[in-house]
Antibody, heavy 117, light 106 residues
Framework: EVQLVQSGGGLVQPGGSLRLSCAASGFTFSSYDMHWVRQVPGRGLEWVSALGSTGDPHYSGSVKGRFTVSRENAKNSLYLQMNSLRAGDTAVYYCARAGGLVGMDVWGQGTTVTVSS | DIQMTQSPSSLSASVGDRVTITCRAS??????LNWYQQKPGRAPNLLIYTASTLQSGVPSRFRGSGSGSDFTLTITTLHPDDVATYYC?????????FGPGTKVDI
């Protein structure tokens, strides 16, 4: 079964750090672009970051310089290192698979990040 | 950044109705436009990619059209299971922005 299983969310204080993980199975992970998308509860979707199978990382302006996306193809895993967290980063974070410039066809279950003192 | 707009922001229709949602990009994005359906508490589900290609397993009542900067998602015959929020998203250039969403009720 093709799936993405996420872990690593939680409660963190402003200015703190958190690392999200996304474990892939059922497909050749190394061949796909991977994305992070977040959603404030009750609000719309916001694209956060992407990392191609061999390319450079890309970030939204709201997280650039604070978040770092990486992958370990040998472990079929995607990561999002989030530093200098702000209250505005509070959201459900999803990882997703995309085949190039086409849509994101497989999504993780989502993990909640809460930034609060 | 490319801005995506959608209209309407919400709509209410009857079972069997034809429903149309429009999406506009602030600049041309060729056909790099995707549509997603999201139900409460669930991850988004890809319906249409590259403006008009139906994702495998998605019912044929969902249709996408358009190119350049104007796009349309049509549900030809609304089913009760189609109650959800629908988002467009451009995959032409990063940041891969989403539209604000259209909530569909019955």
């Amino acid at each position: 079964e093709v799936q993405l299983v996420q872990s690593g969310g939680g409660l963190v204080q402003p200015g703190g750090s958190l690392r999200l993980s996304c474990a892939a199975s059922g497909f050749t992970f190394s061949s796909y672009d991977m994305h992070w998308v977040r959603q404030v509860p009750g609000r719309g979707l916001e694209w956060v970051s992407a990392l191609g199978s061999t390319g450079d990382p890309h970030y939204s302006g709201s997280v650039k310089g604070r978040f770092t996306v990486s992958r370990e193809n040998a472990k079929n895993s995607l990561y999002l290192q989030m530093n200098s967290l702000r209250a505005g980063d509070t959201a459900v974070y999803y990882c997703a698979r995309a085949g190039g410039l086409v849509g994101m066809d497989v999504w993780g279950q989502g993990t909640t990040v809460t930034v609060s003192s | 950044d490319i801005q995506m707009t959608q209209s309407p922001s919400s709509l209410s229709a009857s079972v069997g109705d034809r429903v149309t949602i429009t999406c506009r990009a602030s600049q041309t994005i060729s056909s790099y436009l995707n549509w997603y359906q999201q139900k409460p508490g669930r991850a988004p589900n890809l319906l249409i990619y590259t403006a008009s290609t139906l994702q495998s397993g998605v019912p044929s009542r969902f249709r996408g059209s358009g190119s350049g900067s104007d796009f349309t998602l049509t549900i030809t015959t609304l089913h009760p299971d189609d109650v959800a929020t629908y988002y467009c998203q451009q995959s032409y250039i990063t940041p891969f922005t989403f539209g604000p969403g259209t909530k569909v009720d019955i």
